[in-house]
């Protein structure tokens, strides 16, 4: 039995939001967090209102032409190098400051399946705010930033966002769906990887499953109608694997259809 929680979450949009703050530290809670009728609370039963932030990065900003280095060839010149953005340019206690200023009690942080399999180390300019990253592998610095923020308190949310690292979300863009550019079965198996990767955390609360789940050129997802591109169907899956081979504690969270 798994628990779904649609995705009802208002999800700040942030970059880099390194404003002078007067800090306020990440209110106090107990993880892990579950639902009671429409509410999400922790371990003590007190509601767990998620006022959530975006930090987008870890699953692409490449447009799919071009050198990817180039900074040109990402969304807004804004180039991750499929790492959480900014950790070139601001060491990552200040972002963490600039997010503790907001009030926000949680982070989602995106991930491309092409992502969590890449070995090569990252080049020591895309960590140069944070050179205690230097020769770790793109997930290596993810996993560190999910240390740091949980380390404040922060509640993390992972979220497959694309299959390849490149900015989402148009149509044909193979990333349209969870299987799209890979099969089911590897997209079912990374989530279970990404789940007993964290499940250690405690305050690694969540699992957004895909996001904006959409059309590509010819094909349309669907609910519930029991064929390859059944998010209902895939959705349960990918959710059992999670629950019974990874980490039942985590929160699913599922998204609706074509944005």
Not at 16 to 37: K, Q
Not at 44 to 71: E, I, M, P, V
Not at 88 to 100: K, N
Not at 166 to 195: F, K, P
């Amino acid at each position: 039995m798994w628990t779904s929680l649609l995705k009802t979450i208002s999800f700040v949009p942030l970059l880099l939001l390194f404003l002078p703050p007067t800090l306020a530290a990440v209110p106090a809670w107990s993880p892990p967090l579950s639902t009671r009728g429409r509410y999400v609370v922790d371990a003590n039963g007190q509601r767990f209102k998620l006022k959530s932030g975006n930090w987008h990065g870890a699953s692409g900003t490449w447009l799919g032409d071009g050198d990817q280095n180039n900074d040109s060839n990402s969304h807004w010149g804004e180039n991750s190098h499929n790492l959480p953005l900014g950790l070139q340019y601001v060491y990552i206690e200040s972002i963490l400051d600039g997010f503790e200023s907001l009030g926000i009690n949680s982070i989602r942080l995106p991930f491309s399946n092409q992502m969590i399999h890449d070995t090569t180390a990252v080049l020591d300019y895309w960590v140069q705010a944070n050179p205690q990253f230097r020769g770790m592998t793109p997930l290596q610095v993810y996993d560190a930033c999910i240390k740091a923020l949980t380390a404040r308190g922060f509640a993390v949310i992972l979220n497959n966002h694309t299959n390849k690292s490149r900015w989402c979300c148009g149509v044909n863009d193979d990333n349209e769906r969870w299987n799209e550019s890979q099969t089911a079965e590897q997209w079912g198996n990374d989530w279970v990887m990404m789940a007993n990767r964290y499940k250690d955390n405690p305050r690694v609360v969540g699992a957004d499953l895909y996001n904006e789940v959409r059309r590509d050129v010819l094909v349309d997802p669907n609910w519930g109608w029991g064929n390859d591109v059944d998010w209902y169907a895939a959705a349960q899956y990918a959710a059992d694997k999670i629950h019974l081979e990874a980490n039942p504690n985590l929160l699913i969270i599922i998204e609706g259809i074509n944005w």
